[in-house]
């Protein structure tokens, strides 16, 4: 099996780094700079500890137009993401094959695939060269990617691991805000994976589960933004309607008391409290799936709405995404603004490689590290009407891995 280890090699973040280093940074990154002068062999980590892997999870995406048929198929046999009832095995590749030849379309129009394994390959790697230095103790520090429905998928991943000898992990969730159907369902799949590769625990886990107000994750947004603003005449800048656009969820999950919704609201807050409340602005849900209900008001009508108003001066944030994918490419570029023709409607940069992220993925990772690997309290509390089984023995799974990990 090919390795899914990245290079080693230290690389230049595909950003203007040079017009990032003109801006004023918060006291935190100014820390975190001074921090990478130490050096990661200078002794203090310890002879019998052989590292950790820090392991990005994410959704994935197809990397050409030949793989979305199976990341289709992948995306709707997950009961966790979208529950079809009984009939799932029936009704998934049914849909996935309806799916595929519009799907496919919208890939070649944003180049052939999605970008979202280069860009999170990146991220992982540039994180944990960071780590090293700020965080010597628990290095080397080795970045994986498991992917949900795509390359590396997790099994492929875990079974590297495995292979690697990891000893000690850090399941890191790349979703800011929590869901049930994102970061618990690549939970459920890290838990089951564990169990049938890993039945003597070779690996112990730890979980980032959330991270929706960390402050370099809103320094980043609200930079992003203030940049797109800067792109409005100074007449029209304070005018300029904000909106938040996050990936809905069906009500069913809503109304089953997901926390995500809050949680993308906290983030949306955090960056407008940054922004000092300047803009107005609205927190908007895309992607809608299905006939069935689901959170609103949606993305593409509250854009429409807004125009015929008179309103068309719009800047849509991707605010739960961490990176560019189809969601903003196709859907939130090519659909939304393209359709809209409106000179005025615009989408603030997404995260990406954008260094100041990079530096709030080390500094999550390093809290968590520091903190003995512990999880937020909400990982254990399932959702009030939650029945499902995958997600008790998973929550099970990961407080005995804590439970174990503080008692050495």
Same mark, same amino acid.
């Given at each position: 099996?090919?390795?899914?280890?990245?290079?080693?090699?230290?690389?230049?973040?595909?950003?203007?780094?040079?017009?990032?280093?003109?801006?004023?940074?918060?006291?935190?990154?100014?820390?975190?700079?001074?921090?990478?002068? =130490?050096?990661?062999?200078?002794?203090?980590?310890?002879?019998?500890?052989?590292?950790?892997? +820090?392991?990005?999870?994410?959704?994935?995406?197809?990397?050409?137009?030949?793989?979305?048929?199976?990341?289709?198929?992948?995306?709707?046999?997950?009961?966790?993401? +979208?529950?079809?009832?009984?009939?799932?095995?029936?009704?998934?590749?049914?849909?996935?094959?309806?799916?595929?030849?519009?799907?496919?379309?919208?890939? &070649?129009? +944003?180049?052939?695939?999605?970008?979202?394994?280069?860009?999170? /390959?990146?991220?992982?790697?540039?994180?944990?060269?960071?780590?090293?230095?700020?965080?010597?103790?628990?290095?080397?520090?080795?970045?994986?990617?498991?992917?949900?429905?795509?390359?590396?998928?997790?099994?492929?991943?875990?079974?590297?691991?495995?292979?690697?000898?990891?000893?000690?992990?850090?399941?890191?969730?790349?979703?800011?805000?929590?869901?049930? &159907?994102?970061?618990?369902?690549?939970?459920? *799949?890290?838990?089951?994976?564990?169990?049938?590769?890993?039945?003597?625990?070779?690996?112990?886990? &730890?979980?980032?589960?959330?991270?929706?107000?960390?402050?370099?994750?809103?320094?980043?947004?609200?930079?992003?933004?203030?940049? #797109?603003?800067?792109?409005?005449?100074? =007449?029209?800048?304070?005018?300029?309607?904000?909106?938040?656009?996050?990936? &809905?969820?069906?009500?069913?999950?809503?109304?089953?008391?997901?926390?995500?919704?809050?949680?993308?609201?906290?983030?949306?807050?955090?960056?407008?409290?940054?922004?000092?409340?300047?803009?107005?602005?609205?927190?908007?849900?895309?992607?809608?799936?299905?006939?069935?209900?689901?959170?609103?008001?949606?993305?593409?009508?509250?854009? /429409?709405?807004?125009?015929?108003?008179?309103?068309?001066?719009?800047?849509?944030?991707?605010?739960?995404?961490?990176?560019?994918?189809?969601?903003?490419?196709?859907?939130?570029?090519?659909?939304? @603004?393209?359709?809209?023709?409106?000179?005025?409607?615009?989408?603030? /940069?997404?995260?990406?490689?954008?260094? @100041?992220?990079?530096?709030?993925?080390?500094?999550?990772?390093?809290?968590?590290? /520091?903190?003995?690997?512990? #999880?937020?309290?909400?990982?254990?509390?399932?959702?009030?009407?939650?029945?499902?089984?995958?997600?008790? *023995?998973?929550?099970?799974?990961?407080?005995?891995?804590?439970?174990?990990?503080?008692?050495?």
């Amino acid at each position: 099996m090919a390795s899914l280890l990245f290079p080693t090699g230290r690389t230049a973040l595909p950003r203007a780094s040079a017009r990032l280093s003109s801006l004023a940074r918060p006291s935190y990154l100014s820390r975190r700079f001074l921090a990478t002068a =130490s050096d990661p062999n200078d002794g203090s980590t310890s002879s019998s500890n052989n590292g950790t892997a +820090i392991v990005m999870l994410n959704m994935g995406g197809p990397g050409t137009t030949d793989e979305v048929g199976d990341f289709l198929s992948r995306l709707f046999m997950d009961k966790d993401l +979208i529950p079809l009832g009984p009939l799932q095995k029936y009704l998934g590749p049914l849909i996935s094959r309806r799916r595929t030849p519009k799907i496919q379309h919208q890939y &070649s129009e +944003i180049g052939g695939g999605s970008p979202i394994r280069k860009w999170t /390959e990146l991220q992982a790697r540039e994180a944990c060269n960071l780590l090293d230095h700020i965080h010597p103790s628990t290095a080397p520090h080795t970045p994986y990617v498991a992917f949900r429905y795509a390359s590396p998928l997790t099994e492929d991943t875990v079974r590297q691991m495995l292979s690697d000898g990891v000893t000690r992990a850090v399941a890191f969730t790349q979703y800011p805000q929590y869901s049930c &159907s994102t970061t618990g369902s690549s939970l459920n *799949e890290v838990w089951r994976l564990a169990k049938k590769y890993d039945p003597t625990n070779q690996i112990k886990w &730890s979980v980032i589960d959330r991270w929706p107000t960390h402050p370099g994750l809103v320094e980043v947004f609200a930079r992003h933004i203030e940049e #797109s603003l800067a792109t409005y005449s100074p =007449s029209e800048r304070e005018e300029v309607v904000l909106l938040f656009s996050a990936h &809905s969820l069906p009500m069913s999950v809503v109304n089953r008391g997901d926390p995500y919704p809050a949680e993308v609201a906290a983030t949306v807050w955090a960056v407008m409290q940054r922004l000092k409340f300047k803009n107005p602005y609205r927190l908007v849900w895309q992607s809608q799936v299905g006939p069935s209900a689901w959170l609103g008001a949606q993305t593409a009508t509250t854009v /429409e709405e807004y125009v015929k108003k008179g309103q068309t001066n719009l800047l849509l944030i991707p605010i739960a995404f961490t990176s560019d994918h189809i969601e903003t490419l196709y859907e939130l570029d090519l659909e939304i @603004i393209g359709d809209a023709k409106q000179p005025g409607i615009k989408r603030a /940069e997404s995260l990406n490689g954008d260094p @100041i992220f990079i530096r709030a993925l080390a500094d999550i990772a390093k809290n968590h590290l /520091e903190n003995a690997g512990r #999880s937020t309290p909400q990982l254990y509390l399932r959702c009030p009407k939650c029945t499902s089984e995958r997600c008790r *023995e998973q929550k099970a799974f990961f407080r005995q891995q804590q439970t174990e990990a503080a008692a050495t």
